[in-house]
Each structure stands twice: as C-alpha cells, then as structure tokens.
C-alpha cells in the first residue's frame, strides 16, 4: 500500500534584509511616516516630529521615500538632526529607466504558500468557489487564498483533538483506495473571482520578476509531502513547471482558461541533487542507515 500526502506548495523569491548601525543604543518611533504626504510644508512637519520624538525620549525614527521626493531629504535631515533624532530611511524609490532605484525596493520579494486541499473546482463548465474552512484558516494568511486542480486522490480530515496535518485536512493519494499515478497537484489560482469574471486569476501578478534592477532573479518552489508503506527506491512524485506562454503578449488575460498547448516546460534546478531532484524517491537518509 502506498500513500502519499500532499501537505502544502511553496514559491518564494529571494529576499534582501536591511540593517543600520549607530555609535548609541537605539531608542525609537517606528511607524510607516511616509514622506510624499507631508506636503510643502514638509520642513515644519519634521521639525515638530523631531521635537515631539526628542521631547518623549527617543532618538531615533523611520520614514519612507518614494519617487520624486529626494529633494526634500536634505532639509529633513537637518531637521531631524537638530533635535538629536537620528533617520532610518526606507528608500522605496522605483525610476529604473533614470537609474533611480531605492535600496528598500529590492528588499520585497514573494513567499506564496498553496495548501494542497483548497480545490480548483467546476461544475458544468463554471467554476465553483471552495468553500472548505479550517481553524487555521481563521488567522487570515494567504496560505487559504489560492486553489490547485486535482486528477487523482482525495480529500481528508484529521481536524481536533487530532492534528496529524498541518491545516487539519491534505490532500491523499493511496493505492489502496483505488487512486492511479497521475497529475496530483497543478494549474494554481486564486481562490475567489471578481464578479465581473468567469475564472479566477492565475499567479500572474503575484510573482513579478522586475529584471531592469535584477537580472538574474530566482524562483523557489518546495514541495511538502509525507509518504509511507514503501520500499526503498520506489518512485513518489515527480516534479515540473509549465508556464503559460501568450502567443500574443499583448491580449493576455489573466482571468482566461488557456488551452494547453500555450504552456511550455521551464527546466527546473535541484538546490541539493545529492539528495532529491525532481523526481522524488523513497531513500533511506544516510544519517540513519545501519
């Protein structure tokens, strides 16, 4: 008998972290100040920040830039700096074409994680929004947002007091019960359409590659799986990726059902090969083998 869960999906994009450092010990107002809405008179507005942050303790805060702003920074510098509150700048500035590119926008990056269970489905020819509720789902991530087809396995629950999945419910292909070798998991979308729609989108906007300021941008795909009742070197999954490929750019539509022959197949690239690749096997970890 083998079976095999498919626990969650995960896409990411790589991320940068910031930091600062300073001769003293930080002591701040952290908040989402945002420069482009202070207006033209700017100058008094920081003025008073910096006296209300000295006047309360602190010495230090954060702001935002964003495009076309730059000429104000000097004179807010001078202003913070006159009440003794050092500026931590979160340079969001987005001009690639004049070469304008803030520190901060390339620090964004995607992270998109697809519950398996959440099912794309149809009911004569329409699509059917997956109205599956979990207690993890109440905490609002954006792990529940988005639905995968399925054409073979099935759907289970483990929910409270036992929690032998991760969101209580996976998605589970097992012999025994009938279930062939085929497409368990594809075609990811939204979970919900707009009402002037008929489909719900693809991933499309939600994994953006901006390659004027990174060219070489990578995209990470993790597969979480559990698999048991097998011997050693049985197969379990196998691993691609298709990508939509409009024959004309310039009508695409992400909300559109596309036939299959626009799809091409994108080589993927094992991080550790040693261990797994893209085709998934059941092994026996060298750390415990006798």
Known sequence: MKKYFIIAFLIALGMQILAITADEFLIGA?????????????ED?????????????YNATTYSLTNGQSYKLQNIFAKMDSNSVKSMLIDNTWLPTSGEIGLSSLSFANRLLIEAEYQFKTS?????????????????????DYVTKHETGEFVYDGPPSTTYSNTVAWLCDESEGHLAGMALSHPRKRWKPGNKDWPSMLSKDILFIREAIPDGKLYISVAMRFADLAPGDPVASISLKLHNPPDPDDYDEYAIYDTSTYVNVPLTPIDGSSYGTNITEQTPSSIQD
């Open 30 to 42: 952290y908040s989402q100040y945002q420069i482009r809405y202070t207006g033209s008179n700017y």
């Open 45 to 57: 507005k920081f003025d008073d920040l910096g006296g209300f942050l000295n006047s309360a303790g």
């Open 124 to 144: 004569e020819g329409s699509f059917v929004v997956d109205n599956l509720t979990t207690a993890n789902e109440l905490v609002c991530m954006e792990s529940y």
